[in-house]
């Protein structure tokens, strides 16, 4: 490679961080805002996300997934129970446990906090004309191509 390629690499790579670092920025932040608004812990809304992810489940699979105490579960269990986001039912193999699924008002707070983190992003593709947009998205799959097949 001439000078001139590694010029322009490294000002593809310059753009490229920038731009992925402001998208994660603003999806961290908006998913931070979401919680507070909703008053939710991030341990809270790991439950509510795993199990929108897997389906019902054990406290035992919240325990090795969160890797948190099983008292810990239990209570974040308890307080997401007493708000009506997740209910408890008898697990019909062994009736000491119980099964752990999440309410409509607990999927909506989940799909709610992925929402408000891609909103800045669609509206910004949503900016975009139809030569852009169609530019754009060739290029991205150009780039996906070349790094990851």
């Not at 008053?39 to 489940?57: A, E, K, R, V, W």
């Not at 307080?79 to 986001?85: C, G, I, K, P, Y």
């Not at 409509?104 to 030569?131: H, N, P, T, Y």
């Amino acid at each position: 490679m001439d000078n001139r390629e590694n010029i322009r690499v490294d000002q593809l790579m310059e753009v490229y961080r920038d731009l992925s670092d402001r998208m994660t920025k603003h999806r961290v932040v908006s998913f931070l805002k979401h919680l507070k608004k909703h008053d939710l812990t991030l341990n809270q809304y790991s439950i509510l996300s795993f199990i929108d992810q897997q389906g019902p489940c054990l406290p035992v699979q919240l325990v090795e997934h969160l890797e948190l105490k099983a008292a810990t579960i239990t209570y974040l269990v308890d307080s997401l129970e007493q708000r009506e986001l997740v209910f408890r039912k008898p697990n019909p193999r062994d009736g000491r446990s119980h099964y752990v699924h999440y309410t409509d008002k607990g999927r909506e707070l989940v799909l709610g906090a992925r929402a408000e983190g891609d909103s800045l992003i669609e509206k910004s593709f949503g900016q975009l004309d139809e030569d852009e947009a169609d530019m754009l998205y060739i290029l991205m799959k150009l780039l996906r191509r070349k790094l990851f097949e």
